[in-house]
T-cell receptor
Framework: AQTVTQSQPEMSVQEAETVTLSCTYD???????LFWYKQPPSRQMILVIR??????QNATENRFSVNFQKAAKSFSLKISDSQLGDTAMYFC????????????FGSGTRLLVRP | KAGVTQTPRYLIKTRGQQVTLSCSPI?????VSWYQQTPGQGLQFLFE???????NKGNFPGRFSGRQFSNSRSEMNVSTLELGDSALYLC???????????????FGEGSRLTVL
């Protein structure tokens, strides 16, 4: 069974500091994408960053970067220079690129950025 | 380019009633997926439609059904509502084609269903 585990239910960080959110996943497949989605209180799920499993290079999007360790099935998100607008629920997820095409989500990490 | 549009945003029903939720995907997207989000169970996949065909279904009872129209708009229906069906229902669209795709799903703001 495919699963995603986020072991940090809540995290807090001071504005302008750096924070890392953890995620591990389990699949026996090789062809998949990994994502971090952000869900602010307004509740719309927004894609933060995406990583193709076949790429060894870690993805980066401005202040957001990932540490992708395929062998360890680990996919952590680092947020640099945290901003108040980063306060949200963050979900780690993956999708198999087969006919199933469904996102498997973790339970989420609630991030609070303190002023 | 307009995003994924879900209607209604909020609705209240009583047990035993049925409800229909609507989702209009991003123009050009032919895949529409539905997810249920609850505090207890988190985000769970309901089903996915592509070109008017259900491609995949999650582990939900038959009371949950859906369909997709030729313009890619999708509806999901829940019959004989139960208290446990109270949730945020999220719709997502993507460019995926058979066996392939970019992987990225774009989500709507959701429909908040409360069952009393």
């Amino acid at each position: 069974a495919q699963t995603v585990t986020q072991s940090q239910p809540e995290m807090s960080v001071q504005e302008a500091e750096t924070v890392t959110l953890s995620c591990t996943y389990d699949t026996s497949e090789n062809n998949y994408y990994l994502f971090w989605y952000k869900q602010p209180p307004s509740r719309q799920m927004i894609l933060v960053i995406r990583q193709e499993a076949y790429k060894q290079q870690n993805a980066t999007e401005n202040r957001f970067s990932v540490n992708f360790q395929k062998a360890a099935k680990s996919f952590s998100l680092k947020i640099s220079d945290s901003q108040l607008g980063d306060t949200a629920m963050y979900f780690c997820a993956f999708i198999l690129m087969d006919s199933s095409y469904k996102l498997i989500f973790g339970s989420g990490t609630r991030l609070l950025v303190r002023p | 380019k307009a995003g994924v549009t879900q209607t209604p945003r909020y609705l209240i029903k009583t047990r035993g009633q049925q409800v229909t939720l609507s989702c209009s995907p991003i123009s050009g997207h032919r895949s529409v997926s539905w997810y249920q989000q609850t505090p207890g169970q988190g985000l769970q996949f309901l089903f996915e439609y592509f070109s008017e065909t259900q491609r995949n279904k999650g582990n939900f009872p038959g009371r949950f059904s859906g369909r997709q129209f030729s313009n890619s708009r999708s509806e999901m229906n829940v019959s004989t509502l139960e208290l446990g069906d109270s949730a945020l229902y999220l719709c997502a669209s993507s460019l995926r084609s058979t066996g392939q795709g970019t992987g990225e799903l774009f989500f709507g703001e959701g429909s908040r269903l409360t069952v009393l």
